[in-house]
């Protein structure tokens, strides 16, 4: 099982900030386009994605238990 | 406890005490407060957001990577999340170095890392509607899906 | 009274406050220590001295330099005078503008001019000896027997 | 009358803040001189000079009841 976080927009889009599926053995390219479909996500592709609170890339394969976050572009400062 | 993530107001004498040290002579601050106006658009207030974990870890990160570049710095930050009415403080940077050009280039330094790789938010409230603000830094979405390796990691 | 000598310890937290402006986004500070060495030798503590109605005009002069330069920028400096200690804050410049690149810019303008035209001295105390220090930006003496008009007046 | 300035290794060398002596009509480079030779001051040539709080160069001439002040590299900061 996986836990996959939301934040700004895509927080609002999917209306939770984290939801419970399992994706493990799929790339986080994969992931974002089954999310995108399920929740009509438009900006997902211009999101960075974080596994276990490091930034990844779309070829990462996520295992079992990670914990993946998309990250749209930040605003801090 | 250098590197933080607050909720309430920050106390920009403590995050400087962190920094203080008998070698240093300059201690720069960067100081982010909320502006009013944006390209003419008048801001009523801003909600923060942050992955507060990794936000750390990050800035943290940064630290590490000033400490490196500019021997001898100390660095501490907090970030506040939340709700900020014009002029509150939404970042405090402090950075001691030996001499004073080190201080000013090491603090821009950490500024413009905040905007590249720390998962913070801010949501703008107008008048007539409110909006996640993204991509300050007027970057293109990252094709492979992250920032490149020199972005992350210089 | 953004321009100030100061007897006793400044309040960093009350000049950053004389620059807070709705439409700033950015303040920047830089604040001044004793450091404990220098070129390898220990310094005890100093003694700073100023003429001091002439550096308040000085520091103003400053202020109206980065007003003209950096619009919409707001300036406050104090610098101690007395003895001061290891660690010890010396001088706070404080800088607010809109936006952040002018913030680290006009705020290092202020500390070089403060070494260039500002009528403030400090006397070093080391375990060996006593020296007024003069000639921080290593220039030769002034040939004329003042600054040239493009340092003092930029 | 005039009021005079030092400051810094002046004031030590002088021995005063301050002294008050006529010199309205000459310039600052002939003060330079006269003072120097009074107090035997090594490094007054490389001081600025200040008229009324102004800096001033030396082919300026002093008026009665200006106040000059001699002012050594300056080290603030």
Redesign the interface.
């Known amino acids: 099982m996986n836990k996959i976080?939301f934040?700004?927009?895509l927080k609002?889009e999917v209306g939770e900030e984290n939801i419970r599926i399992d994706v493990a053995g799929r790339t986080?390219?994969e992931v974002?386009e089954l999310l995108a479909a399920e929740y009509n996500l438009q900006k997902l592709?211009?999101?960075?994605?974080?596994i276990n609170?490091?930034?990844?890339?779309?070829e990462n394969v996520i295992e079992a238990g990670d914990e993946v976050?998309f990250?749209?572009?930040?605003?801090?400062? | 406890m250098n590197f933080e993530i607050a909720k309430e107001p920050i106390n920009?004498?403590a995050v400087?005490d962190k920094v203080?040290?008998?070698?240093?002579?300059?201690?720069?601050?960067?100081?982010?407060?909320?502006?009013?106006?944006t390209k003419g658009k008048k801001t009523l207030y801003l909600i923060?957001?942050?992955?507060e974990?990794?936000?750390v870890?990050k800035l943290e990160q940064i630290g590490d990577e000033i400490k490196e570049r500019w021997p001898g710095a100390e660095v501490a930050i907090t970030?506040r999340v939340g709700r900020l009415d014009?002029?509150d403080v939404?970042?405090v940077i402090a950075v001691?170095t030996?001499h004073?050009a080190d201080?000013?280039e090491a603090?821009?330094h950490a500024?413009e890392r905040?905007?590249?790789?720390?998962?913070?938010?801010?949501?703008e409230h107008w008048e007539d509607g409110e909006e996640?603000?993204?991509?300050?830094l007027e970057?293109v979405?990252?094709p492979?899906?992250?920032?490149e390796e020199k972005d992350?990691y210089e």
């Not at chain 2, 905040?114 to 949501?123: C, G, H, N, T």
């Not at chain 2, 996640?132 to 300050?136: A, N, V």
């Open positions: 976080l934040f700004a927009h609002d986080v390219a974002k592709d211009s999101a960075m994605t974080a609170e490091e930034f990844a890339s779309n976050a990250i749209p572009p930040v605003s801090g400062g | 920009i004498q400087i203080v040290q008998r070698n240093a002579g300059a201690i720069t601050t960067f100081i982010g407060t909320v502006r009013e106006l923060y957001e942050a992955y974990s990794m936000a870890k970030h014009i002029t939404a970042v001691s030996p004073r201080a000013y603090n821009r500024i905040i905007k590249e790789i720390v998962p913070i938010w801010k949501k996640w603000i993204g991509d300050q970057k979405a990252y492979t899906g992250k920032p992350l």
